[in-house]
């Protein structure tokens, strides 16, 4: 059975670079692996995703350009580099793992990290 663990969380000042890790453990078979976040009193929001099989990428319009997915299929981990952070991106950053490639669906991903904190002063 898959599980992710995320690190890199913390706190930075807007305009400050972060990069989140997701380690996973267990063979992934899972066809995509996401970046989600949520916010206190907001919904889940879909931040980026990779394709496992040939690392392609997708974004949510309000970081395009600033951030950035990656995996490392060698140490089986998934990373989100985040650029030009900004106050609006404090969140709680999951990880997440599944069959299908969306970021407008949590539903789809069937295992989850347990989060990784991001605040980002102005």
């Known amino acids: 059975q898959v599980q992710l663990a995320e690190s890199g969380g913390g706190s930075v000042q807007a305009g400050g670079s972060l990069r989140l890790s997701c380690a996973i453990s267990?063979?992934?078979?899972?066809?995509?692996m996401a970046w989600f976040r949520q916010a206190p009193g907001k919904e889940r929001e879909g931040v980026a995703l990779?394709?496992?099989?040939?690392?392609?990428?997708r974004y949510v319009t309000s970081v395009k350009g600033r951030f950035t997915i990656s995996q490392d299929k060698a140490k089986n981990t998934v990373y989100l580099q985040m650029n030009s952070l900004q106050a609006e991106d404090s969140a709680r950053y999951f990880c997440?793992?599944?069959?299908?490639?969306?970021?407008?669906?949590?539903?789809?991903?069937?295992?989850w990290g347990q989060g990784t904190q991001v605040t980002v002063s102005s």
């Open positions: 267990g063979y992934n078979y899972n066809r995509c």
């Open positions: 990779i394709y496992t099989a040939d690392s392609s990428a």
């Open positions: 997440a793992a599944g069959p299908v490639c969306t970021l407008f669906d949590s539903d789809d991903y069937v295992t």
